[in-house]
């Protein structure tokens, strides 16, 4: 699995979109990029990936640079419920584990 | 189930002793895989099976680590001799195995067991 690197933290206002950036320059063709949460204490939560394409569901947006080497996950209007740790992470489509770094903690503020 | 299930929620044994955790699938997830979280840092895998067998052992950190998983759903993952550096919170994650990303479904986590090893 191609490594990942994410900034460690980040702030972003109630109401704010928040754009997590994350690098994947080692990413090969058939590797998807996946995103996930965790909030404290619970166990990580999966939130959105795509291969190429941007993609949306109803909590996030991915947008995928047109080379792949990175990627920006968005809240478009974040809560103090999105506070939590978000994990970029690459994976292929018959890889059986996920390789998680220490991903980007997401302080949203009032 | 409706989710990943795990037991117990929380764990304290003495040094030394051994300890099984108990994770429940979705009904239906072929694949089952262990990660283990140490205070503060990223999750590590630790195992991962694919029906009753286990392909990627590669994370298990020492011989005094092992799981199994039987009639392809509930997997124990056994400790023995704990060590101090073995308390974390250890999380068991379900799919419908390798293969299937392209239908979106990525792993589902349970709410981990918490092991503090004193």
């Known amino acids: 699995d191609a490594k990942t690197t994410q900034p460690p933290s980040m702030d972003c206002a109630e109401g704010r979109a928040a754009n997590l950036p994350c690098n994947h320059s080692?990413?090969?063709?058939?590797?998807?990029v996946y995103w996930y949460r965790q909030i404290h204490s619970q166990g990580p939560q999966y939130i959105i990936h795509?291969?190429?394409n941007n993609e949306t569901n109803e909590m996030a947006s991915l947008i995928i640079t047109e080379d792949r080497k990175s990627s920006t996950l968005i809240l478009p209007h974040a809560t103090l419920r999105d506070t939590a740790v978000y994990y970029c992470?690459?994976?292929?489509?018959?890889?059986?584990?996920?390789?998680f770094g220490s991903g980007t903690k997401l302080n949203v503020k009032p | 189930g409706a989710g990943v299930s795990q037991s117990p929620s929380n764990k304290v044994t003495e040094k030394g002793k051994d300890v099984e955790l108990r994770c429940d699938p979705i009904?239906?997830?072929?694949?089952l895989y262990w990660y283990r979280q140490s205070l503060g840092q990223g999750l590590e895998f630790l195992i991962y099976?694919?029906?009753?067998?286990?392909?990627?052992k590669s994370g298990l950190p020492s011989d005094r680590f092992s799981a199994e998983r039987t009639g392809g759903s509930v997997s124990t993952l056994t400790i023995q001799r704990t060590q101090q550096e073995d308390s974390a919170v250890y999380l068991c994650?379900?799919?419908?195995?390798?293969?299937?990303?392209?239908f979106g479904y990525g792993y589902t986590f349970g709410s981990g067991t918490r092991l503090t090893v004193v």
């Open positions: 994650a379900s799919s419908l195995g390798p293969g299937r990303n392209r």
């Open positions: 080692t990413i090969s063709g058939n590797e998807y």
């Open positions: 795509g291969l190429k």
């Open positions: 992470i690459v994976r292929g489509d018959n890889f059986n584990k996920f390789y």
């Open positions: 009904s239906g997830h072929t694949a």
């Open positions: 099976f694919q029906g009753n067998s286990a392909p990627d």
